[in-house]
């Protein structure tokens, strides 16, 4: 099955997001740059991509997932739109997202105790550094342009809030209709001291 951890979006977030997908669509898209964009229902912060995963190990997975994570909750906050590849890569831009103007540090250390939690259960995770975003849009095709396109108009300030005291483990099943998502566990995060008591 494929596999992978994030944090939830709250319908007021997926909202707001929408809006300023919407915003960024109007502002840059054309029939030439051949953008396809991410439906926001299908929206998720991704903090770790698992993969196919046979079932026995699965079942380990979805055990680990469901013990409580000792970070207390907190706030993330959306903000800030840029591309995949980053400026200096060789390439033209193929991802298009938003990242986080407040809560990435948080996100990041949670990140962390979900990838060693995985990890430890025998599951093989990309090794490469870790942006928390949210992906808005695929380029099909892309040019050089289009990187300076988006930072044209991408705006400061903070598009939406969310509040995180969990991570969701979710099998992702592939159609001609697009992904479908099923949670299979949920960590909540609680304050260290309450995590140890537990």
């Known amino acids: 099955m494929r596999l992978f951890i994030a944090i ?3 319908d007021a977030a997926r909202a707001s997001i929408a809006r300023e997908q919407k915003r960024i669509a109007a502002a840059i898209d054309s029939a030439e740059k051949d ?7 299908r929206m998720h912060l991704t903090l770790v991509f698992l993969g196919e995963v046979a079932d026995g190990p699965a079942a380990g997975l979805v055990e680990a997932m469901a013990a409580p994570i000792a970070h207390a909750p907190f706030e993330v906050a959306f903000g800030g739109v840029g591309v995949f590849p980053p400026a200096g890569a060789r390439k033209p831009p193929r991802v298009l997202w938003i990242g986080l103007a407040e809560g990435a540090q948080e996100t990041v250390a949670v990140q962390r105790t979900v990838a060693s939690r995985v990890t430890a259960r025998g599951a093989t995770i990309e090794d490469r550094g870790f942006h928390p975003h949210l992906t808005l849009a695929r380029w099909r095709r892309s040019v050089w342009s289009d990187r300076r396109r988006v930072e ?5 300030g903070v598009v939406a809030r969310v509040h995180v005291d969990h991570v969701t483990l979710v099998q992702s ?4 209709a697009g992904p479908s998502y099923t949670a299979l566990a949920r960590a ?4 260290a001291e309450s995590a140890v008591n537990r």
């Open 8 to 10: 939830d979006l709250d």
């Open 35 to 41: 953008l396809t964009w991410v439906a926001v229902d």
């Open 152 to 156: 044209d108009h991408a705006r400061s």
């Open 173 to 176: 099943r592939l159609s001609s």
């Open 188 to 191: 909540n995060l609680v304050a």
